[in-house]
């Protein structure tokens, strides 16, 4: 049986006695439905996981012992920031899932000329809660030892700031280049629109600042499908599914 894992925000050290915050014990004992004695993982974002072993619980909160701490290859050496035009519901959940699991390190949520999402004020920090928790739930699905940065959605012309470093690259159907024609990378900075993608003005803007225009086919794809597609396909070319 895989070993349950579950990310905690405390420091942890080897033979240490922690209590878990309220989510991740709700998850433990009661979605996971753990018992005294189960084996767990956690995980803190520091580049390690910890073995260690549930013992009980403290009202609510479930008390574990760590037993050993270990340092898998989890990250890919091709660092990749993404800039995602802000899309509805569901589809932007998925794409805050999917990105993490196909190792992307910065997430930046965009609002775009054709974004059809309004978010202000309570509803906005609901919401970034909200990608905060797929973003850790799905980080303690693909054994990421690290948690990717998600940062506060930005208006479009204010992402990325500049790098000397990193490939800038936009997704368009009707670019002439194709990921294979270009040199190999280790960082890259990767645009990608919400539902009827960008807009004129902001092509034209997003090549002024550097970003060459690429293609992946001769299809149109959904933004949520074009990220995922993106982004195995620098996985697959420059990363660690090479």
């Not at 895989?2 to 878990?20: F, M, N």
């Not at 898998?72 to 990105?99: F, T």
């Not at 309570?122 to 990421?144: D, F, N, P």
Request: charged share 25%.
């Amino acid at each position: 049986m895989r070993a349950l894992r579950l990310y905690t925000s405390q420091p942890l050290t080897i033979a240490q006695s922690v209590v878990l915050e309220t989510a991740p014990s709700h998850h433990l004992l009661k979605v996971l439905r753990a018992r005294s004695g189960d084996a767990v993982i956690l995980f803190n974002g520091d580049g390690h996981e910890y073995q260690a072993t549930l013992e009980d619980r403290e009202g609510k909160r479930a008390r574990l012992t760590v037993s050993r701490k270990q340092s898998p290859a989890r990250e890919s050496h091709l660092h990749i920031s993404l800039g995602q035009g802000i899309s509805r519901g569901e589809r932007m959940d998925l794409v805050m899932q999917k990105a993490v699991e196909l190792g992307v390190n910065e997430i930046t949520p965009l609002w775009t000329a054709r974004s059809q999402v309004q978010l202000k004020g309570e509803r906005l920090e609901k919401r970034l809660l909200h990608w905060k928790g797929i973003v850790i739930a799905a980080c303690e699905q693909s054994g990421r030892l690290h948690l990717p940065l998600l940062r506060p959605p930005a208006e479009f012309d204010d992402w990325p700031q500049p790098s000397t470093q990193a490939l800038r690259l936009m997704l368009h159907p009707d670019a002439d280049r194709t990921l294979p024609m270009l040199d190999r990378p280790t960082h890259v900075q990767v645009l990608l629109g919400p539902e009827g993608g960008f807009d004129a003005a902001e092509i034209e803007r997003a090549q002024a600042a550097g970003f060459l225009p690429v293609r992946l086919g001769p299809r149109v794809l959904r933004t949520e499908t074009a990220t995922l597609a993106t982004l195995t396909a620098l996985q697959t070319l420059w990363g660690d599914f090479a």
